[in-house]
């Protein structure tokens, strides 16, 4: 078998949902395939104890410091566990070239189409905005 390669996913901002059940399946799988390592929200701790074989950051950011450096923490985490060669990034915009592969994850489209769709006035403003910031990383 070939060598490993050496990942990072980014689930920092998911802990519900289908965030929550990809990232406990892929530390799952990875923990049962020599281990990968996997910056997540605080509350998803849980998932720790499960898989010993990953290594785990927990990224505990205020929703204003998501706002102007939601990926301030990657070059702590980088220079901690060396360069990684994927890197998954799960509605997390990639900003610059972090890897040798980069992976963004979109699990929703409607920060790029929200015409015809009734959101209230914030929600509106944020599907605006993530937009423009993963429209802008896609490059």
């Known amino acids: 078998m070939g060598r490993e ?7 920092a901002v998911s802990y519900s949902g289908g965030g929550f059940k990809r990232l ?32 785990f950051y927990v990224v505990d950011q205020p929703r204003y410091r998501r706002v102007f450096n939601d990926c301030g923490y990657l070059a702590t985490i980088k220079k901690d566990m060396g360069q990684p060669e994927l890197y998954y990034s799960y509605g997390i915009p990639i900003y610059g070239r972090l890897s040798e592969i980069n992976w963004f994850h979109l699990s929703n489209v409607l920060p790029f189409s929200s015409r015809g769709v009734h959101l209230p006035p914030l929600s509106r403003l944020k599907a605006g905005c993530h937009g423009w910031r993963f429209t802008r990383a896609l490059a």
């Open 24 to 55: 406990y399946e892929y530390a799952n799988w990875f923990n049962a395939h020599g281990g990968a390592s996997f910056i997540i929200h605080p509350r998803c701790e849980s998932v720790i104890e499960d898989f010993p074989n990953n290594r």
């Open 5 to 11: 390669l050496k990942c990072l996913f980014n689930f």
